[in-house]
């Protein structure tokens, strides 16, 4: 978590046919991965604040072989739709390192949950 109130980790999409690892000729051999210096977190929306609303947003990406990424989708939303836009449009700015297979740089979609967390009085002080 930082200091917005906000975390996130990256997850791999599940696969269709629900196994848990691709098959060989499919699999990417490296994923994708942020550029940090070009991916600002999402903005808490100051109404979300103001209404104490959380939750957990998952966006999923597609991220095309430049690192771009090229569409976004909400894969679990949160009942509060502000929380949801702002995860929504912090990914879509976002620049990547492309994932490789065989070398060479190929689109891939990944699952990005964020976290957003209003910092509380009495939890600093635990």
């Known amino acids: ?23 060989a000729e499919t699999m990417v051999a490296v994923p994708p991965k942020m550029d940090f210096s070009r991916c600002p977190l999402p903005t808490y929306p100051e109404w979300s604040r103001r209404r104490e609303e959380e939750g957990r947003v998952v966006v999923e990406a597609l991220i095309s072989e430049s690192g771009r990424v090229l569409e976004t989708a909400l ?8 929380l949801n836009r702002a995860a ?3 990914v879509r700015g976002w620049t990547f ?3 490789r297979k065989n070398g060479k740089p190929v689109r891939e979609r990944i699952q990005i949950p964020f976290q957003f967390q209003l910092e509380r009085a009495n939890s600093r002080s635990r």
């Open 75 to 82: 894969a679990e939303p949160t009942k509060h739709i502000l």
């Open 97 to 99: 390192h492309p994932a």
């Open 88 to 90: 929504e449009k912090a």
């Open 1 to 23: 978590m930082n200091q917005w109130g906000i975390s996130f980790l990256f997850l791999l999409p599940p696969l269709a046919d629900g196994t848990q690892k691709p098959a």
